[in-house]
């Protein structure tokens, strides 16, 4: 399944303000892609500016997400900064595990990245079922399904390094 692709959902601006946020902050190694869950690697909390940021993010991305996919009852599932530098990229895989909860979600049903650049070489999010490929300029927002649908993965970056920020959300079974 091709992803939904949403251009300037944020400013150029604000997704390298916040590109540079987190590349500002102490340990907080892209050489090592790191994730980033919520909270510097030394636990304190990240600036009100970044979070208050973060949450219109999220806030808008369920919007969108609800009105493609005719759903409701999603529930954030989870939040990282993902960089991935020169190499490798990500192997094709999906991102829903599939699994019941005993509240009754699924794990994780749908999956968006926001770009916070774009000056690299290469990183292209490919979706090898249909074959498709994508780099998007910062600022632009994707979503898709993250069930068998929809695998994807990431290919090498030739130079530079890709900032993004991943969510996943979960579905309560109806």
Same mark, same amino acid.
């Given at each position: ?8 959902? &944020?400013?150029?601006? *604000?997704?390298? $303000? ?6 500002? /902050? ?16 030394? %636990?304190?909390? &990240? ?9 219109? /993010?999220?806030?808008?991305?369920? &919007? ?5 996919? *005719? ?31 005993? !509240?009754?979600?699924?794990? &994780? ?8 650049? !774009? ?15 994508? $780099?998007? $300029?910062? %600022?632009?927002?994707? +979503? ?20 993004? /920020?991943?969510?996943? +959300? ?5």
């Amino acid at each position: 399944m091709i992803p939904t692709v949403v251009d300037n959902f &944020i400013s150029y601006e *604000k997704a390298n $303000k916040l590109k540079d946020y987190f590349k500002s /902050i102490e340990n907080f190694n892209f050489e090592e892609n790191k994730f980033f869950h919520w909270k510097h690697p030394n %636990g304190e909390k &990240i600036s009100e500016e970044a979070q208050e940021d973060i949450d219109d /993010i999220l806030s808008r991305i369920l &919007i969108h997400i609800n009105e493609e996919f *005719k759903t409701s009852q999603l529930e954030l599932k989870r939040v990282i900064i993902q960089t991935y530098e020169k190499g490798p990229g990500s192997p094709v895989h999906v991102d829903e595990e599939y699994a019941e909860m005993e !509240d009754g979600f699924k794990q &994780i049903s749908y999956s968006a990245i926001v770009y916070l650049n !774009d000056n690299y070489e290469g990183g292209e999010i490919h979706f090898p079922k249909d074959d498709y490929k994508l $780099k998007p $300029k910062a %600022g632009t927002m994707i +979503f898709f399904h993250g069930d068998l649908n929809s695998p994807h993965g990431v290919l090498p970056v030739v130079s530079g390094d890709r900032t993004n /920020i991943v969510i996943f +959300f979960r579905k309560k079974y109806e």
